[in-house]
């Protein structure tokens, strides 16, 4: 049935049909979670509108259908970001949103204000729930570690010949087991690769290219959230979202254009829409940011994804002509060892914004798949995908001049110019 929580005419159309087509209600689930910018149709801040005035305006429309088939239930999914929050009932009112402001880090912030108002939600309506048959709950959905995984599984059991190519040896090691025992696959192979040394990328390239005849398939799938240096000296997000990727592509490219049709899917994130790259610090400072607090990490991971989409949007221009496409994706919202780099007090910052990060891993490997196995999407060469369909970029995630730019610095700084 057809719902659009950001509109509250729709809301109410979706109500009066249930109402009218269905005799029964014993569960509601308020499942729907976004972390975007912009207005609702009806001048409502989208996260807070869609996020918990949505799901408000139906559970009380249902409410009595619900206590006509008691005992049921209701049961809002939240997120342990509402501990991090507070509501600005003052900006509420003049604002009609939770905050104002539209960096990453207010996102964010409004983001987590949201999922409390999920659990105040909650509160409430189950002291205006008490002496009926209707009962409420709040949750946090949790989660695993390892889009990485999870791709790697799903095309083992399609039969391919799968490369994990990993820094940790024993952790590979339990992970190709783990592919092994669900998959029945004995092609899954460990080759070492460290994102953080430019030498060990050329290592990896050289060893794949000496013991591997053919590549049909790379996924640029690493990412983090950290302090420090790589061992070349360069920004430690940088190095290993972008840098490391850049170089081992370019080194695998030749092997990749003798495939009959090869593709090179490239992880990013929604996050690249609040990036940007300063050229001027890059050059300086050999990083895309400077500063120590968790919002100036999450900044430098902003800016590293807008990286990823414009290293694909360049690539793709590069490979016209050629029998290998390439695509950005967006793997949606993940939770993940995203922060495992960070130090203890940044923890208190950076884990709970990995914890959002709820949708289990083989979710978030879908899109991934889908650009890496869906037929006839070779035209969308260079494209930016987000639950297994193509989408728009942000304007300066497809700037040609900002995008020639970073790969003729990636280049020098890799040092293949």
Not at 20 to 34: F, H, Y
Not at 315 to 327: D, E, F, I, Q, S
Not at 352 to 375: D, H, M, N, V, W
Request: glycine share 8%; charged share 20%.
């Amino acid at each position: 049935m057809h719902l659009d929580l950001a509109k509250l005419q729709s809301v109410r159309s979706f109500a009066e049909s249930f109402l009218k087509r269905e005799a029964r209600l014993d569960i509601l689930i308020n499942n729907a979670g976004i972390a975007i910018d912009g207005k609702t149709e009806d001048g409502f801040g989208m996260i807070f509108g869609v996020n918990h005035l949505g799901p408000f305006l139906l559970t009380l429309l249902l409410l009595e259908r619900l206590k006509e088939c008691g005992p049921s239930r209701i049961v809002n999914v939240a997120s342990r970001g509402h501990r991090m929050a507070s509501i600005d009932l003052n900006c509420l009112s003049v604002h009609r949103d939770l905050a104002v402001g539209y960096t990453g880090v207010n996102v964010f912030a409004v983001y987590c204000q949201s999922k409390l108002c999920n659990v105040l939600f909650t509160h409430e309506l189950a002291k205006r729930l008490a002496g009926t048959n209707v009962t409420c709950y709040s949750l946090h959905p949790g989660g695993n570690t390892g889009i990485g995984k999870a791709t790697a599984t799903e095309l083992a059991k399609r039969g391919a010949r799968v490369i994990l190519a990993c820094r940790n040896k024993h952790k590979a090691e339990q992970a190709i087991a783990d592919i092994e025992r669900e998959t029945g696959s004995t092609d899954v192979q460990y080759m070492h690769l460290d994102l953080a040394s430019l030498q060990a990328v050329r290592s990896f390239a050289q060893t794949f290219l000496k013991t591997e005849s053919r590549l049909d398939l790379l996924i640029n799938n690493a990412g983090l959230v950290a302090d420090g240096r790589t061992a070349d000296g360069f920004g430690i997000e940088f190095g290993v979202n972008h840098l490391g990727h850049f170089l081992l592509t370019c080194l695998l490219l030749d092997r990749l254009k003798e495939a009959p049709q090869s593709r090179v899917v490239t992880l990013t994130s929604m996050a690249h829409r609040w990036g940007r790259i300063d050229f001027d610090a890059l050059v300086t400072n050999k990083d895309l940011g400077e500063g120590r607090y968790s919002w100036q990490f999450f900044n430098a991971y902003c800016n590293s994804k807008l990286c990823n989409s414009l290293f694909t949007h360049e690539l793709a221009k590069r490979l016209r002509g050629t029998n290998v496409t390439c695509y950005s994706v967006h793997p949606g919202v993940v939770r993940t060892e995203l922060s495992r780099h960070v130090s203890l007090w940044q923890m208190v910052i950076v884990v709970p914004i990995s914890r959002l990060f709820f949708l289990e891993p083989k979710a978030g490997a879908q899109t991934t798949l889908y650009c890496a196995l869906q037929e006839g999407i070779e035209p969308l060469s260079g494209r930016y995908f987000f639950c297994c369909a193509m989408e728009d970029v942000c304007v300066q995630a497809k700037d040609d001049a900002v995008a020639k730019k970073l790969w003729d610095v990636s280049e020098g700084l890799c040092g293949l110019s």
